[in-house]
């Protein structure tokens, strides 16, 4: 493992938490947190930490501004504010990523770019992001500007290009509102085909501008291969994979299971999830735009008729603020055999544990992965089985 310097940028950043501290000390007390919350459910196993964890950030984003000087910034916000810390290279992100980034910000003034001023609304060039395909190596850039109109874009395309000739695609997002979210509703391609392409635990994925694709794909692979070891899944079961996103837990499980159904809210995604079925050639696997906690009521009620509905593996993967209790009785409900919990954050993972166990699921095992070195956050999969 590579030693890095220390970050000039850890005091005013906030992003790495565990900045200066030895990895191996990192995973410990990670190790132990996860032991003191859900200790008492099941046994853990130890931390399935990184080789080289660093630049494993594959999605990178940068904030765009000028300083008093008129000095073109680019980096991240300063943790619980709008104020941006330049950063030119950081130690968690894909370094071509990082490089991209700062051409663009060398190429603006010749391009006549202005940067984007949250104040008072002027200037066109709010963020950038990059997203590189961990496998195919296929780079997208996102611009995302104050307004439709970008100055002979085709040239600057071109000159970053002749810079980066490992671009394979380039779009042109606006986001015209007074928010704090980087990426706006419109979007137009102006370069290549819009989308990059990924290998993950043997299948590909589709991944435009807004998919949510894990960032650290080593790890991903890592969780994702628990997820699907600890569902133990038989050639008849039939599964769900709820908040599926594009799909990829369900694609990757659809290999050993009988019939996959993925839920998912977000309509983009869904059609997303379709289209990487079918990139893989799967055909046990349907997907639908609902919400999960309905969709298995649903099911459920279905099940009283038919006992063929039934479910017997559900996959679950819920955001940092854990599931609610809607949604896991929607579980209880349709009564899976087996749950699997990945889960991002471990405090809501032991209510939500001790919600399970009160109506008749029994924690087997955990296992914490690393999904993030050098920061505070740690993943975690749990198996859960039916006993009432």
Same mark, same amino acid.
Do not use: W
């Given at each position: 493992?590579?030693? !890095?310097?220390?970050?000039?940028?850890?005091?005013?950043?906030? #992003?790495?938490?565990?900045?200066?501290?030895?990895?191996?000390?990192?995973?410990?007390?990670?190790?132990?947190?996860?032991?003191?919350?859900?200790?008492?459910?099941?046994?853990?196993?130890?931390?399935?930490?990184?080789?080289?964890?660093?630049?494993? /950030?594959?999605?990178?984003?940068?904030?765009?501004?000028?300083?008093?000087?008129?000095?073109?910034?680019?980096?991240?916000?300063?943790?619980?504010?709008?104020?941006?810390?330049?950063?030119?290279?950081?130690?968690?992100?894909?370094?071509?990523?990082?490089?991209?980034?700062?051409?663009?910000?060398?190429?603006?003034?010749?391009?006549?770019?202005?940067?984007?001023?949250?104040?008072? #609304?002027?200037? @066109?060039?709010?963020?950038?992001? =990059? /997203?590189?395909?961990?496998?195919?190596?296929?780079?997208?850039? =996102?611009?995302?500007?104050?307004?439709?109109?970008?100055?002979?874009?085709?040239?600057?395309?071109?000159?970053?290009?002749?810079?980066?000739?490992?671009?394979?695609?380039?779009?042109?997002?606006?986001?015209?509102?007074?928010?704090?979210?980087? +990426?706006?509703?419109?979007?137009?391609?102006?370069?290549?085909?819009?989308?990059?392409?990924?290998?993950?635990?043997?299948?590909?994925?589709?991944?435009?501008?807004?998919?949510?694709?894990?960032?650290?794909?080593?790890?991903?692979?890592?969780?994702?291969?628990? %997820?699907?070891?600890?569902?133990?899944?038989?050639?008849?079961?039939?599964? !769900?994979?709820?908040?599926?996103?594009?799909?990829?837990?369900?694609?990757?499980?659809?290999?050993?299971?009988?019939?996959?159904?993925?839920?998912?809210?977000?309509?983009?995604?869904?059609?997303?999830?379709?289209?990487?079925?079918?990139?893989?050639?799967?055909?046990?696997? /349907?997907?639908?735009?609902?919400? %999960?906690?309905?969709?298995? +009521?649903?099911?459920?009620?279905?099940? @009283?008729?038919?006992?063929?509905?039934?479910?017997?593996?559900?996959?679950?993967?819920?955001?940092?603020? #854990?599931?609610?209790?809607?949604?896991?009785?929607?579980?209880?409900? +349709?009564?899976?055999?087996?749950?699997?919990? =990945?889960?991002?954050?471990?405090?809501?993972?032991?209510?939500? !544990?001790?919600?399970?166990?009160?109506?008749?699921?029994?924690?087997?095992?955990?296992?914490?992965?690393?999904?993030?070195?050098?920061?505070?956050? =740690?993943?975690?999969?749990?198996?859960?089985?039916?006993?009432?």
């Amino acid at each position: 493992m590579e030693k !890095l310097e220390k970050c000039p940028y850890s005091k005013k950043c906030g #992003g790495c938490t565990y900045q200066g501290v030895a990895y191996e000390k990192q995973l410990k007390e990670k190790q132990e947190l996860v032991e003191k919350l859900i200790g008492g459910f099941c046994k853990v196993h130890p931390i399935i930490g990184m080789k080289e964890p660093y630049n494993y /950030r594959n999605k990178v984003h940068a904030a765009f501004g000028i300083t008093r000087r008129g000095e073109i910034i680019s980096g991240v916000y300063r943790e619980g504010t709008h104020d941006i810390v330049p950063v030119d290279m950081c130690q968690i992100e894909d370094k071509k990523a990082d490089e991209i980034i700062q051409d663009i910000k060398g190429m603006l003034r010749s391009f006549k770019i202005k940067t984007y001023d949250e104040d008072t #609304g002027y200037g @066109l060039l709010r963020h950038v992001m =990059v /997203r590189r395909g961990f496998k195919s190596g296929e780079i997208m850039v =996102v611009l995302v500007l104050g307004s439709p109109i970008m100055p002979s874009k085709n040239n600057f395309v071109k000159a970053l290009r002749k810079k980066h000739p490992e671009i394979t695609t380039v779009i042109v997002n606006v986001n015209d509102k007074k928010t704090s979210m980087v +990426l706006g509703d419109k979007e137009s391609v102006i370069y290549g085909k819009g989308y990059i392409s990924d290998e993950l635990c043997g299948c590909k994925f589709k991944i435009s501008s807004k998919s949510f694709y894990q960032v650290n794909p080593v790890q991903t692979e890592v969780l994702y291969n628990k %997820a699907i070891e600890f569902a133990e899944l038989k050639a008849k079961d039939r599964v !769900l994979d709820a908040y599926c996103g594009i799909g990829t837990i369900g694609i990757i499980a659809s290999k050993k299971a009988g019939q996959v159904i993925g839920v998912e809210l977000n309509k983009a995604a869904v059609r997303d999830a379709i289209t990487n079925a079918k990139i893989n050639g799967i055909n046990n696997i /349907r997907f639908f735009a609902e919400d %999960a906690g309905q969709f298995m +009521l649903k099911t459920s009620a279905k099940m @009283l008729e038919d006992k063929d509905a039934g479910i017997d593996v559900v996959f679950m993967d819920p955001p940092r603020a #854990g599931s609610d209790e809607n949604f896991m009785s929607s579980v209880v409900k +349709l009564a899976p055999k087996k749950v699997v919990y =990945v889960s991002c954050n471990p405090e809501t993972l032991a209510r939500d !544990l001790k919600y399970f166990k009160k109506h008749g699921y029994e924690a087997m095992k955990a296992v914490p992965v690393d999904m993030f070195p050098h920061t505070a956050h =740690v993943e975690c999969v749990v198996a859960l089985r039916r006993v009432k």
